[in-house]
């Protein structure tokens, strides 16, 4: 796949056959009114693999192309998601102390292929994304990403609340990166089990995710303009771990 270029499916048949052979895809686009047997066993097959589907009207599938599609279109992935009940047993089961970052509704793509080039550059094990109103691993952030997307494990889960409870059950403390928040970001100990929490770019963090964080931490602002970019947020908050946790991975 070209990297600012996505590759698409066409037609009911062609996409539960994608999906039967373990294509990796993002989301399928289907017609608002589809329906009959063929789109029923669609559907059934959607559910049993877990997809995100949007129903969409007739023209914004006729936009992408002319082709006989059938009312659907599959998008596919550039990669394969993780799930995170799956990668933390993983991680610990390596040995490893795990460094996560957890992204509430970030929708600018460029934003998270920039915090995905950085979040490669600073070891992070896994970024967590909602399966809805947000970003994904599209071809243009994985190249904004400089490939980074490719490297760390990206989960992309149905419900945020429920992941970032699961994330606290196993033994990870979740830090809230929030301009509410009173406490300095380099205050926070990130050498523990850690996952970073950054919002959108308009509204934040959510309420359900931030009352969930174990703390809640502010990067200082000294000038006129009252916040940072949030991929720019994102590596500050990523190398203060880095820096934190540098003397106890000194041999590696």
């Known amino acids: ?54 129903r969409v009207p007739q023209e914004r599938l006729n936009r992408i192309t002319m082709k006989n599609h059938q009312g659907v279109i599959a998008m596919m992935s550039p990669i394969i998601y993780h799930k995170l009940e799956n990668l933390l047993p993983t991680l610990y089961e390596e040995g490893t102390n795990p460094f996560l970052l957890v992204l509430d509704g970030l929708t ?95 509204v934040g963090i959510s309420n359900e995710v931030l009352r969930l964080c174990d703390e809640l931490v502010a990067i200082p602002m000294l000038g006129n303009i009252g916040s940072l970019n949030v991929s720019v947020a994102a590596g500050v908050m990523m190398y203060e771990a880095v820096r934190q946790r540098r003397p106890a991975q000194s041999d590696h």
């Open 108 to 202: 600018d793509t460029r934003n998270f292929g920039a915090i995905g080039r950085t979040a490669d550059c600073s070891g992070v094990n896994g970024i967590i994304i909602p399966e809805r109103n947000s970003v994904s691993v599209t071809p243009d952030a994985v190249k904004t990403s400089a490939g980074g997307l490719f490297y760390v494990p990206v989960c992309r889960e149905r419900d945020l609340v429920s992941a970032v409870r699961m994330l606290k059950d196993s033994g990870v403390k979740v830090v809230a990166a929030s301009e509410k928040a009173a406490r300095d970001y380099t205050e926070a100990d990130y050498t523990v089990p850690v996952a970073i929490v950054m919002g959108s770019e308009d």
């Open 1 to 54: 796949m070209k990297p600012n270029q996505t590759e698409y499916i066409f037609g009911i048949r062609a996409v539960i056959e994608a999906l039967e052979s373990g294509k990796s895809i993002d989301k399928v686009l289907i017609r608002k009114d589809l329906g009959g047997d063929l789109a029923r066993e669609l559907f059934a097959k959607l559910k049993e693999y877990d997809v995100l589907v949007q």
